[in-house]
């Protein structure tokens, strides 16, 4: 089984609507991330998280939330969806190991917002 | 300027091949660097750490040079199984919240 899950794996939905995609993680880390990937752009952050009681906001959070229910669910919503969060979006998780911060992302939500 | 500047590609190389990326970065006060391999429509892995001295994982190898800013990764005896995107990562902090992307390198090996 895989150690980050995301559900859904594919998403069509309509301008307006409200939208949550979320995210599991049986690797026991605190540090959880919710990331956009559009064509020509490197992966942008959009939140994070390093417990259950924090949560931050990456460079591009406008339009987006989050929920940290667990230390191993982090889910991202879209109040209301508009065309241009067509993206495909990852979850990570991250550790301290060897003293760098590694990261372990999630198989990727496909988003398409009509 | 792009906080962290790859070529995008395609480099197509036959199979054996020796291959070279180069990445490079804006912010000085960078403190780690990483290279992730992203195969088409899945996730990123991280493929190797960079370190200062330059370091070695089999047929991959990765070079900093911090005066010029710059991180290259050379893959010896390319395989077929190379074939994917690879992201050039930068950290200005502590933490991978600080973490930037570049947009990735493609390589196609071929027969």
């Known amino acids: 089984d895989a150690d980050v899950t995301q559900t859904p794996r594919n998403r069509i939905t309509k301008t307006g609507k409200r939208i949550m995609l979320e995210c599991s993680q049986t690797?026991?880390?605190?540090?959880m991330y919710w990331y956009r990937q559009d064509p020509g752009l490197g992966l942008r952050l959009i939140y994070y998280s390093f417990d259950v009681k924090d949560i931050n906001k990456g460079e591009i959070s406008d339009g987006y939330s989050v929920s940290r229910q667990a230390q191993a669910k982090f889910s991202l919503s879209l109040e209301s969806a508009i065309p241009n969060q067509t993206a495909l979006y990852f979850c990570?998780?991250?550790?301290?190991?060897?003293?760098?911060?590694?990261?372990?992302f999630g198989p990727g939500t496909r988003l398409l917002v009509l | 300027r792009k906080e962290v500047e790859q070529d995008p590609g395609p480099f197509n190389v036959p199979e054996g091949a020796t291959v070279a990326f180069n990445c490079t970065y804006s912010?000085?006060?960078?403190?780690?660097f990483f290279w992730y391999r992203q195969d088409c429509r899945k996730e990123p892995k991280l493929l190797m750490s960079?370190?200062?001295s330059g370091n070695e994982d089999g047929r991959f190898t990765a070079q900093l040079n911090r005066a010029s800013q710059y991180i290259s990764l050379l893959i010896r005896d390319s395989k077929l199984s190379d074939s994917a995107t690879y992201l050039c990562v930068v950290n200005i902090g502590s933490t991978a919240s600080k973490l930037t992307f570049g947009t990735g390198t493609r390589l196609q090996v071929t027969l």
């Open positions: 990570a998780t991250s550790d301290l190991g060897s003293g760098r911060e590694t990261q372990y």
């Open positions: 690797k026991g880390h605190d540090r």
């Open positions: 960079v370190y200062s």
């Open positions: 912010n000085s006060a960078s403190q780690s």
